[in-house]
């Protein structure tokens, strides 16, 4: 469930500025931070960071 | 099951002995005799079975202590390696983006130009799961041969819980959405940015030194995001303020500002933003300065569906009149009346990845903008005046790589207009 509902938030969060990035050019370590770093910019609440990064982690 | 069999065998036996004694058998010793030998058979069987439950039970006790003693190995092993970087309280990445361009215009006395490279690292390490610290500096090469170096922010943010993060330092500036969000080279549609949102003399404040609240939360299905800081504000230049970050402030009067916005469709989002601050005049040679009110207020929207990339932002800021140097060097303070800034631009660009499925056409990705810059008040603050249209050519090689040419038409309301031909590459990491 996670998965899918951040598969949906990395798709409508990250392309409102700028192309989505592939989950293959970052490690999970790196996810965990330039997540962390999003959520802040572009104002995106703590859960949906969560399911965004979960998403990203299993997919790259 | 031997016991039962031994007592089986038994009454058998004593059945047969009983019925041969009383003489009345009516089965033949034959017939008694096979029925022995099948329950012998049934006897041995069982022996066997039971040696079999043995062999068996030994097995397994084997493979649990062989289980016990690698589990106490892994234990021993886990307890002396180090926890791997994933799993560090403290974990650093570095982030960025580097940019190159060519610049050629029909301004009087430029030259075609390859304008100096641009590396703008952002670096990036986190406490456990509730405090970020991001860093972004800019290193430019100069005109001189020399090197400029900048810091764009350098900020803590607490993440407080999922609808608040506390940030504390020098941060980008959240009121509108180029500076916060759209002007890193590899993220802008176009190699420059709009008329008037500009790093010198622009409208659109930079960043500031202080603290500030943000985050996002829902609203019914909608979704909302909230920025509220306050900084030591903006300070005057020979242009009007200068909407960048001090370190300190020149007056007790601190900034206010912030920007929230709603998603009133999934795709499209709309902004508000304001900012307040009291400015204190420039210090000349000689002669006292005044200070004077400083307001903003701006609008925004993004349309992001699809292939479609669609926005537009209006800022209009005030600045009450005030005795000012324009350059410290002067010799007496200029009375300079009240002056207004408006400055908007709105822009599109579309993947072409909508209207074909060859891999190279669905890279390229055209976008055009329109952007001014206008000045009522103070002669001496229009030197940027300008209305700009911008038309590019986008190529994606990968998301965040893209080569991008542009022509721009920039008409000033006080010097002759200026044709532009822009190329540029940007990779952001």
């Known amino acids: 469930m996670r998965f899918a509902r951040g598969a949906k938030a990395w798709a409508d969060n990250c392309g409102r500025c700028h192309n989505i990035r592939n989950p293959k050019e970052f490690s999970d370590k790196n996810w965990s931070l330039i997540v962390k770093h999003m959520r802040v910019r572009a104002n995106i609440d703590g859960e949906t960071a969560k399911d965004i990064e979960a998403f990203l982690k299993a997919s790259n | 099951m031997r016991i039962g069999h031994v007592v089986g065998l038994s009454l058998a036996s004593l059945w047969l002995l009983g019925s041969s004694a009383a003489g009345a058998a009516t089965t033949s010793i034959s017939d008694l005799q096979k029925r022995v030998d099948a329950l012998e058979q049934q006897v041995k069987q069982a022996a066997k079975t039971e040696q079999e439950l043995e062999a068996l039970k030994a097995e397994l006790k084997a493979a649990e ?16 390696t180090p926890p791997s970087d994933d799993d560090s309280l403290i974990k650093f990445h570095l982030d960025g ?24 690292p952002i670096f990036l390490a986190s406490y456990s ?21 900048s810091l764009e922010y350098a900020q803590l943010d607490f993440l407080v819980n999922d609808w608040l993060t506390v940030v504390a330092g020098k941060f980008l500036s959240p009121i509108g959405q180029f500076q916060q969000a759209l002007h890193p080279p590899w993220i802008n549609k176009l190699p420059d940015r709009p008329a008037g949102f500009v790093e010198d003399g622009g409208d659109e404040p930079l960043n500031d030194v202080g603290i500030m609240a943000r985050g996002g939360f829902p609203v019914g ?20 303020p200068v909407l960048e ?8 009067d601190k ?25 204190k005049g420039m210090e000349a040679m000689a002669g006292a300065v005044s200070q004077a009110d400083y307001e903003l207020i701006g609008g925004d929207f993004a349309y992001t569906r699809g292939n479609w990339d669609v926005r537009g932002e209006y800022i209009h800021s005030h600045l009450g009149a005030i005795n000012s140097a324009l350059d410290p060097s002067d010799p007496a303070p200029t009375a300079i009346p009240a002056t207004t800034w408006n400055n908007w631009y709105v822009q599109a660009a579309y993947r072409l990845a909508g209207v074909s499925d060859n891999p190279v056409i669905a890279n390229f990705e055209p976008a055009i903008r329109y952007s001014q810059l206008h000045v009522d008040g103070f002669n001496g603050f229009k030197g940027n005046e300008e209305s700009r249209w911008s038309a590019g050519l986008d190529y994606w090689f990968a998301p965040s790589v893209v080569a991008k040419i542009a022509y721009e038409n920039r008409h000033f309301p006080h010097a002759a207009t200026d044709n532009v031909f822009h190329a540029q590459v940007a990779f952001g990491f």
């Open chain 2, 97 to 120: 983006a580097v940019v190159a361009d060519f610049v050629a215009s029909d301004m009087k006395g430029s030259h075609n130009s390859f304008v100096a490279g641009k590396f703008l």
């Open chain 2, 245 to 252: 970050g001090f370190a300190n402030d020149n007056n007790d």
């Open chain 2, 129 to 149: 799961d509730w405090l970020l610290f991001e860093g972004h500096m800019e290193f430019t090469s100069n005109s001189d041969g020399s090197t400029n170096t």
């Open chain 2, 65 to 80: 202590d062989k289980a016990a003693a690698a589990q106490a190995t892994a234990e021993k092993v886990a307890a002396i």
């Open chain 2, 255 to 279: 900034a206010f500002g912030g920007r929230v916005s709603l998603f009133v469709l999934p795709h499209l989002e709309i902004g508000l933003s304001g900012m307040h601050a009291k400015i």
């Open chain 2, 221 to 240: 299905s909608m979704k909302g995001t909230y920025a509220v800081y306050v900084g030591n504000g903006p300070r005057m230049g020979d242009m009007g």
